[in-house]
């Protein structure tokens, strides 16, 4: 059910059986002993379908988020892709098929920020002020006063540190027959590269 067509729009969610994982999922935790205030569904397919995982619970706050189109190009590029082993046509065909997810994705969030008025938090944003997470999604001050985000963290590959923006050394990692891939790609939305502050030059691009 999660995996089969899961960026398909139409794809059919079984939603109560949905609610009900997550809420076995926090009965478990609260059992062993640990308290459970939220939960957090951040599953990137399921923004195609906002509406329905909103639904699932009396209560729940949206807050959206992107990234950079080349630094997110190359995070996916080299993580989930052979990039590294593909010649230079193969670089550019992974680059240029990550692009257009991004713009696909990108579209979508835009069209849920405007549509539900909800917060936009871009990865940039994040990584300059982690706390704006917090206010985003409208947790007070009794919230933020139980969290520290100087606390160094484990992020996928990267070595354990603090929340730190890391486009500059991802973008460095393509090639520039992959930079024009992507900029090939982007380059025909300007709007959406404006709604969420990035530009199509990849040099002006990074921060």
Same mark, same amino acid.
């Given at each position: 059910?999660? +995996? +089969? ?20 999922? !926090?009965?478990?935790?609260? &059992?062993? $002993? #640990? ?18 995982? #909103?639904?699932?619970?009396?209560? =729940?706050?949206? !807050? /959206?988020?992107? &990234? ?10 080299? &993580? ?14 992974? /680059?240029?098929?990550?692009? &257009?997810?991004? !713009?696909? /994705? ?6 849920? !920020?405007?549509?539900?008025? =909800? ?7 994040? =990584? ?9 999604? $409208?947790?007070?001050?009794? %919230? ?8 160094? %963290?484990?992020?996928?590959? +990267?070595? %354990? ?28 939305? $300007? ?5 969420? $502050? ?6 002006? #691009?990074?921060?």
């Amino acid at each position: 059910m999660v +995996h +089969h067509n899961r960026w398909s729009e139409n794809k059919k969610i079984d939603a109560e059986a949905v609610r009900a994982t997550w809420l076995k999922r !926090v009965a478990r935790i609260r &059992r062993a $002993g #640990a308290p459970v205030d939220y939960i957090m569904e951040k599953s990137p397919p399921n923004m195609m379908r906002h509406r329905l995982i #909103a639904g699932l619970f009396s209560e =729940c706050r949206l !807050v /959206c988020n992107t &990234r950079n189109p080349y630094a997110n190009v190359a995070s996916m590029a080299f &993580r989930y892709t052979d990039y590294a082993e593909q010649d230079e046509s193969g670089r550019r065909e992974i /680059c240029e098929r990550i692009a &257009r997810k991004w !713009v696909r /994705c990108a579209g979508k969030i835009r069209q849920i !920020v405007q549509e539900e008025g =909800c917060p936009l938090l871009t990865y940039e944003q994040f =990584c300059e002020e982690p706390q704006a997470i917090f206010r985003a999604f $409208g947790f007070d001050h009794a %919230v933020l006063s139980r969290v520290s985000t100087e606390r160094a %963290v484990k992020v996928k590959d +990267h070595a %354990v540190q603090t929340i730190t923006n890391m486009n500059q050394r991802q973008i460095a990692r393509l090639d520039d027959a992959s930079i024009e891939a992507v900029r090939a790609v982007i380059a025909p939305h $300007g709007d959406l590269l404006d709604f969420f $502050g990035y530009a199509e030059d990849p040099a002006r #691009a990074q921060a």
